[in-house]
């Protein structure tokens, strides 16, 4: 079905209905929902090309990524942020634009994207210490978003981000383990670059200064957020001579790893060693049963897609809107990958085993 026999079909100007689609605000809420639910049932999609002439836009979105092993593409929670964005896009009418590109070259996407008028808009991922992207975009006048913050940026200062609060959620979940009787407590983080693990340090380190109990860089680790990595800086802790008695780590990935390393060593999850994690709410790895697995920091990165997505299709229909913040709280679930902290029997033999 076309336009015009939609139009026919709802007795209707085929302008109204284009407006309805398209989000105008001058026609009426009860007609946009009877034009949306018409075009469903119908199964009618408009022409892209005839959209972008009649708004003068593209009805592209980009997302520029590095091919940088470091980088969170590499990691699959990356997927559930994309699926949760194109499941806006598709119901807006937008194409997505994945530009995969070096390092290198990462600034020149940008500035050929908006050179070329070939998107409307751009989600901007993993922002880092000292990140020149900020500057840049500003400079190219294109709507974006940013999933996270720039640190060291005034969060007030001219730039739309959603993002969770990584700080009060670590600093919560390090007092937790503290109040369970723990001292020795472990944190397992991202990339130490990249402003999500600045501010989970901030918070962990927040929550041992508040309990009067000394910052132990042996303690910390920070890298590209796999099972591996979570194995391995886990193993290297747990054989030290004084090892920790939990960890906190900063992916679901991650913990899973650390998890292996317990019982590899014949101790016990939960009893032994107690593990808390952030978890991404995983399409295809959810941990949010009656009795999850892990005592968990709960945030949905596809639901962070749906909403960044959001926020830039708002930006883009108003150039005039003023910058968008939001910061979401991650909820805490308990799981039974914690408990109060053993006494140190293990840890003596764990130290003596050949």
Known sequence: MNLRELSKTLGLSQTTVSRALNGYPEVSEATRKRVEAAALRHDYRPNTRAKSLATGRTMTIAHVIPMSTKHEMVNPVFADFIAGAGETYQKA???MLLSVVSDPEEANAYRGLAAR?????????APRAEDPRLALLRKLDVPFVVHGRFPGVDEGDGYSWLDTNNRRGFERATSFLIDLGHRRIALINGLPELDFAIRREDGYRRALDAAGLPFDPALVRGDEMTEFYGHDAAAEMLDAPDPPTAFLTSSMIVAMGVRRAIQDRGLALGRDVSVITHDDDLSYFR??????TFTA???????HGRKCAQMLIDLIADRTRAPMRELLEADFLVGRSTGPAPAADWRITATQRD
């Open 93 to 95: 009418g937008y194409d």
């Open 297 to 303: 920091l709960h945030s949905s990165v596809r639901d």
């Open 117 to 125: 008028n070939t998107v409307d808009g751009m989600i901007v991922h």
């Open 287 to 292: 941990t949010s049963t009656p009795e999850p």
